[in-house]
């Protein structure tokens, strides 16, 4: 076993703490390479294999960038607010702060032990007010830009429990608690216009170097869509409505509409003879949520208001339904119905005997109805034959001159509800004054503290609403009495600007200087899961680009370069995660081997964007390798010590150097792509060659050698940073390692003087001849053709052809 171990670990991570090695140097900002791993939430308490692999391994990209040069800044915080801490309190009786400070001390020591490049000078805690009080000047500086603004929303409400559910408490439509159904309530709530920058935040995704996979379904959150609002005008009435339709061309198949359930109109315009049904329906639609009842699945119900909508060309009264397939709150909550062309109407309107219409003629021959492709117009009065192309535009122009409708684009990406009704969070900085209205809190008056005596009992309120001494306050305007908003910010608010903090953590004059950022920012590497694809990763995109429209900052982008790590699975095939109960501790693996076996067993056992089941039966052959590794810088030592040396540059020795150059290459290209699994695959080849080299020869070439060592030390010291600093110092070097540059790789070094070729004899291959690598194809034919063992197949035989591809393969056709 190598004498590599925990031990090695504590003696350099004391070592680079006493020489504070990897202390970000401000004066070298232009070199800066900023890489941001997503800072974790203190549950749990213990880091366990998933985190390992996230931090652990992106700190060896990160090692490897200041080896190459750059000035790396990798800080480390606590995402600290949130649900799960005021479960857990409601459960337990122990304050979330109590237990989320106690969970991150716990975190930064094992972090501490995992040896990483941290530099914790500016490390961040979400829920510290030092922090929370920039949380909460964002949302003023929001509000001041109107993109900040309340408006009423259903909230999950279990009517048991008399409290309101995020939504990861409602399971399968019952409350997570106590399994009774869950029905919507309508509360006034605080909204983010992201949708403002819905345009930006799509087309700026192009130029992002992140995985295509997210910059997709990012796209398809935000959900571009062009079409058309139409109004139609309701029979007997001086109401209207407008629906937003992608097929303008098949508004002559318009049979009927449908309005969303929760759609204002519906009351006002549904018959006294169809009100119970309409309510009864509406109160059903209640418990369902989006997802449902978009599913395709999901069966397309409705019912009849008993009004009827006039069709804005023919005139022709329509009958107006509402079904659960159309939502509120996308496009305008109202659709025209044309099942002639659409799947859903079709199934509607066949359950519900409402007539369909084709008005489009497919250029095939076999188009069923319901036909959703191209084609050309007909049964459209004075648009018929027109290509539907044409005949959108058509048909919208003509809209347009009677003032009924006109194109238009819509997304499916909808405002950001922040209002929690919850106590763990960074509370709204809002007063809600009898006289004045809403009255933002004056900035000198930031943080609005959160309070540490409330009482969480879920009763209906929010916690913060039972606290006297938070709730009254004085107006900032007029001075009377008034009260705060009692609702907390969504954690995702916390986390949308962190990135922008860390490099100036300690500011107590504003949230960043912007010289400084603009300097440090944006994010070069962006390392985590693939879950916050839709939404971390884009609130923090619309909130860096609100306040860069506001002036806080240049940059467009926050994260120029993402990874998403791939998953660890437990041993039962789940995400590992402490909700499952089927967390790896890595403790014990470190404590057997050393944190540097246990971070190059991440990187050799899994790909790394891939990730996988999680099983141990590498760690054993890791730990050889690193056994490997220092029994031949000892045997070195050893030879050096005892001086016979040769100076002389034979094959031997290219053979090594090249082995050598390839590996740097490689591991330098690899490594940066976050390949690290090839990378130790091919510094194991190079500690084969290593061996190899010194059994074959009588004499060795020490100095050689110890250059080779010198190099393949530095390269391997991303991936073990204490195995290596130990090794470096081992072959007397100079401290540290990590102040060494990364090899350079020879070219020439890689051009092979002679080279290997195959011999195939009719197909087969026969034998294996050696050449200089520059020869040319009669040399190599004549070579061939003298080997010995090709002659034993050919001797006696006709040979036919020969044929000679450069640099790989001989073929000889004989018979
Ligand atoms: C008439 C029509 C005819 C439609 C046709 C489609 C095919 P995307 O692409 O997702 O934007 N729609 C509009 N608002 C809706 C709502 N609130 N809830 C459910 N469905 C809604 O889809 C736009 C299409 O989805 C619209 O175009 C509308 O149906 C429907 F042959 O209008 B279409
Ligand atoms: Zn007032």
């Not at 204002?264 to 003879?273: A, W």
């Not at 050689?704 to 393949?712: A, N, R």
């Not at 080279?755 to 194809?777: F, M, P, Y």
Request: proline residues 5%; glycine residues 6%; contains cysteine.
């Amino acid at each position: 076993m190598s004498k590599y171990g925990v031990h090695i670990d504590q003696k350099w991570q004391k070592k680079w703490e006493e020489t504070k090695l990897y202390k970000f140097n401000k004066d070298r900002v232009d070199k800066k390479l900023y890489c941001l791993e997503m800072f974790s939430y203190p549950s749990g308490s213990k880091l366990h294999v998933g985190h390992w692999y996230n931090y652990g391994v992106t700190d060896s990209w990160a090692r490897l960038k200041r080896l190459q040069g750059f000035e790396v800044f990798q800080p480390m915080g606590f995402d600290a607010f949130g649900l799960p801490a005021e479960n857990y309190a409601i459960k337990t009786g122990i304050h979330p702060q109590d237990s989320t400070l106690e969970n991150i001390r716990t975190m930064e020591i094992q972090l501490k032990n995992m040896g990483a490049m941290f530099d914790w000078d500016y490390e961040i805690i979400t829920c510290n007010p030092d922090y929370y009080k920039w949380t909460q000047w964002i949302f003023l500086k929001l509000y001041e830009k109107g993109l900040a603004y309340r408006k009423e929303a259903p909230v999950n409400w279990c009517p048991d429990c008399n409290t309101v559910l995020a939504n990861e408490q409602v399971v399968n439509g019952l409350c997570e608690r106590c399994n009774s159904e869950v029905t919507k309530k309508n509360l006034t709530q605080w909204f983010f216009k992201i949708t403002d920058y819905a345009e930006e935040l799509l087309e700026k995704l192009d130029g992002l170097d992140w995985p295509e996979k997210t910059k997709l379904m990012q796209k398809n959150w935000i959900g571009k869509s062009e079409g058309a609002q139409i109004t139609f005008k309701i029979k007997g009435s001086e109401e209207t409505f407008e629906v937003f339709t992608t097929r303008p061309d098949t508004l002559f198949g318009v049979t009927y509409v449908v309005l969303a359930p929760e759609n204002p109109l519906v009351d006002k315009i549904t018959t006294p003879e169809y009100k119970e049904l309409v309510e009864e329906y509406q109160e059903k639609t209640k418990k369902l949520n989006e997802i449902d009842r978009l599913a395709t699945t999901h069966e397309k119900t409705g019912v009849f208001t008993g009004s009827y909508a006039i069709h804005p060309i023919t005139g022709k009264e329509v009958p107006i339904w509402i079904g659960d397939y159309v939502l509120a709150t996308y496009g305008t909550g109202a659709v025209m119905a044309v099942p002639g062309h659409d799947e859903r109407d079709f199934e509607f309107a066949t359950k519900y005997q409402l007539p369909i219409v084709r008005v489009i003629k497919g250029y095939d021959e076999n188009d069923d109805l319901p036909y959703t492709g191209p084609g050309t117009l007909v049964n459209s009065d004075q648009f018929n034959g027109l290509d539907w192309e044409e005949g959108k535009k058509a048909i919208v122009s003509f809209l347009k001159t009677k003032d009924l409708g006109e194109f238009r684009i819509n997304y499916r990406l909808r405002d950001w509800l922040v209002s929690r009704q919850r106590y763990w969070g960074a509370p709204i900085p809002i007063i809600y004054c009898d006289s004045c209205g809403i009255v933002p809190v004056p900035e000198d008056q930031l943080p609005v503290l959160l309070p540490y005596d409330v009482d969480f009992t879920p009763d209906g309120k929010s916690p913060l609403a039972k606290h006297q001494g938070f709730i009254n306050t004085t107006c900032p305007t007029c001075g009377k009495a008034a009260k705060r908003e009692t609702d907390t910010l969504d954690t995702f608010v916390d986390s949308s600007w962190y990135y922008l903090r860390y490099p100036d953590n300690k500011n107590e004059k504003e949230p960043f200087n912007k010289e400084w950022l603009n300097k440090m920012g944006p994010v070069d590497k962006y390392v985590g899961g693939p879950e916050h694809a839709c939404m971390h990763l884009l609130y923090a995109r619309f909130i860096h680009k609100a306040l860069r429209d506001m002036g806080y900052i240049d940059f467009d982008e926050p994260f120029i370069s993402l990874v998403h790590q791939g998953i660890i699975l437990g041993p039962d095939g789940n995400r590992m995660s402490k909700s499952k109960g089927n967390v790896i501790s890595p403790d014990g693996y470190i404590e057997t081997y050393g944190s540097d076996v246990f971070r190059m067993y991440l990187m050799f056992g899994f790909a790394y964007t891939e990730g996988g089941p999680w099983n141990d039966d590498g760690i054993k052959a890791i730990a050889r390798f690193f056994d490997r590794i220092e029994r031949f810088i000892d045997k070195f030592i050893e030879l050096k010590n005892s001086g016979e040396t040769k100076d002389s540059f034979d094959k031997e020795e290219k053979e090594l150097n090249y082995v050598l150059n390839y590996t740097i290459k490689s591991v330098g290209q690899d490594a940066d792509k976050f390949q690290f699994n090839t990378s130790i695959a091919r510094m194991m080849e190079l500690v084969n060659s290593l061996y190899s080299y010194t059994s074959s020869v009588d004499k060795i070439n020490l100095t050689f050698l110890e250059t080779t060592l010198k190099k393949f030390v530095t390269i391997l010291a991303p991936f073990a940073p204490h195995f290596s600093e130990e090794l470096w110092e081992k072959l007397g070097q100079e401290y540290s390692v990590f102040n060494q540059k990364w090899p350079e790789y020879d070219p020439k070094a890689l051009i092979k003087d002679t080279i290997e070729l195959a011999v195939q004899i009719n197909g087969k291959v026969r034998g294996k001849i050696e050449v200089d690598s520059g020869a040319d194809e009669k040399t190599i034919e004549k070579l061939a053709l003298e080997d010995e063992k090709v002659k034993g197949y050919i001797d006696g035989k006709t040979i036919r052809k020969v044929i000679v591809i450069k640099g790989k393969i001989i073929n000889i056709v004989v018979s």
